[in-house]
């Protein structure tokens, strides 16, 4: 149950190439042009701390990196559906910047916005990297490992909260459309939000129900995203 065929070194770095090609074209062909600072800085942020994040992967948790490579049969199928939703609302997240802030300008930011934005990537990435650290099973889809032997997790950031990458990516959300200068992108990143904190419950339930000695860790750290709130 759950084993998948990994990708070829070639393969991961074809599938790597078109995913860069296509965010960049995402990003320019909206805006029109190529001269576009802020877009370029955070390509070059979210470049380096992908990098960093696989780097340390193959080199630590080759575990992990294989689980978040490969191709997997046994997700839950509502996981399914939220990955379609996400996939149609990230698309949307990476067009609209370049529309707003650049070709139309619809919408104006403050460069201090601009500036906050890119910092709010710091913590981010950080507590995205914190998790991935303390967590081996951390797959990119909702699954009871049972072919790697999955366990619960309560170091580092799960003392604190059950679901801290979450808290990473939300984070790393709301900092997008400030960072490239569009208040219109706040509504797909929104949504996106939303999304990921439906997620949040039904895979909480999902770990409940079916991840032996959860039940009890959830008792024990009582919330899902933010402490004292949820």
């Known amino acids: 149950m759950g084993k998948g065929k990994t990708p070829s070194k070639a393969k991961r770095a074809l599938q790597a190439a078109f995913t860069a090609i296509f965010a960049l074209a995402a990003l320019f062909v909206p805006a029109g042009t190529l001269e576009w600072t802020e877009a ?16 340390w992967m193959k080199k630590k948790a080759p575990g992990l990196f294989q689980e978040r ?8 199928s509502w996981d399914r559906i939220f990955m379609a939703f996400y996939s149609i609302f990230l698309l949307v997240l990476l067009i609209l910047p370049g529309l707003d802030a650049v070709r139309f300008r619809w919408s104006r930011l403050p460069s201090i916005a601009k500036v ?15 998790a991935m650290k303390e967590n081996a099973f951390l797959s990119d889809v909702v699954r009871i490992q049972e072919d790697r032997g999955h366990t619960v997790c309560t170091t580092g950031p799960y003392k604190l909260v059950r679901h801290p990458m979450y808290v990473g ?3 790393i959300m709301i900092c997008f459309p400030f960072s490239l200068g569009s208040l219109y992108t706040l509504i797909p990143a929104a949504i996106i939000i939303i999304l990921f904190i439906f997620r949040t419950a039904l895979e909480d339930k999902t770990l409940r129900e079916e991840l032996p000695g959860y039940k009890e860790y959830a008792q ?3 919330y899902r995203l933010i402490p004292g709130i949820w």
Do not use: C, Q, S
């Open 169 to 171: 990516v939300i984070l």
């Open 220 to 222: 024990n750290v009582r």
């Open 116 to 130: 906050l934005g890119f910092v709010g990537y710091l913590p981010g990435f950080a507590i995205a990297f914190w």
């Open 69 to 76: 490579t490969k191709r997997k049969k046994d997700i839950k």
């Open 40 to 55: 370029w800085v955070f390509i070059i942020l979210y470049t380096v701390a992908v990098t960093a994040a696989v780097a």
